[in-house]
């Protein structure tokens, strides 16, 4: 296997629940270069729940819009094994039940299950990302958003780890940081452009760029870093409200 087909299959572990091909070892070059792929995989989610969308829309009537919603976000769930939503149920457990402390929100975070805040974190993400496909699919706008939102959210997350310290000197963001490529910059403004090219709107940028600022001073100030459940949190947030400014604002 090709050093770059094995970074771009450790990306896709890392990220959904695809199968792939067995990888018997990953070094710490080939775990940090796998980040260079996320927007990769972010696209592929994206193009498949496109797809979904179309055909359905396709074959239902405007009545069961909601149930084709409903769909996408199972779909969108089980792709991405939730491991992402699981990062934003232990990030707000851990800010709310961590009460300032530093020790004490990370301890939190450890913890595998999710307290009624991580759950409603949960739910509420979700329920956002429903209201907006639920939106895009009954107006007729176009699936441009559907199948750009994997892959900003994906962008962000690079940002994040890129441009941020690590809250531990372990875990997945600490892996993934070990090792740093020039070609972060260029992949991260690569994304931005086709977002801005195909939304041609300067404020989803902008929204976008402040809810990054947010998450990572946000982080710094009580983790004094990022942590991988803060990367999961990033791709959930970024997803939803890239959905609800399609709807809002590109209508």
């Known amino acids: 296997m090709s050093p770059f087909a094995k970074s771009f299959f450790i990306a896709q572990t890392f990220l959904t629940r695809i199968p792939t091909p067995q990888i018997s070892s990953m070094s710490e070059e080939e775990i940090s270069r796998s980040i260079l792929y996320y927007p990769i995989i972010g696209l592929c989610i994206g193009l498949f729940l496109t797809l979904i969308a179309s055909t359905t829309s396709d074959l239902v009537n405007i009545s069961i819009h909601s149930m084709v919603a409903a769909i996408l976000i199972a779909v969108w769930v089980l792709i991405t094994g939730a491991l992402h939503l699981d990062g934003l149920a232990d990030t707000a457990d851990g800010f709310v039940g961590g009460q300032g402390s530093t020790e004490r929100t990370l301890s939190i975070m450890k913890d595998p299950a999710s307290g009624p805040i991580g759950i409603s974190a949960i739910f509420l993400i979700l329920l956002l990302k429903y209201s907006a496909i639920v939106t895009i699919l009954n107006t007729e706008l176009s699936y441009w958003s559907l199948l750009l939102a994997p892959v900003i959210g994906r962008a962000v997350a690079i940002g994040l780890l890129t441009y941020s310290p690590v809250a531990q000197q372990q875990g997945l963001a600490f892996e993934l940081k070990k090792t ?72």
Not at 182 to 202: D, Q
Not at 217 to 224: E, G
């Open 180 to 251: 740093e490529y020039p070609e972060i910059v260029a992949l991260i403004l690569f994304s931005i452009t086709i977002v801005v090219y195909i939304v041609t709107n300067l404020m989803v940028l902008i929204v976008i760029s402040l809810l990054a600022y947010t998450i990572r001073h946000w982080a710094i100030m009580r983790l004094k870093g990022i942590t991988g459940d803060i990367l999961g949190l990033s791709i959930e947030l970024t997803e939803a409200i890239f959905l609800m400014m399609a709807v809002f604002m590109l209508d």
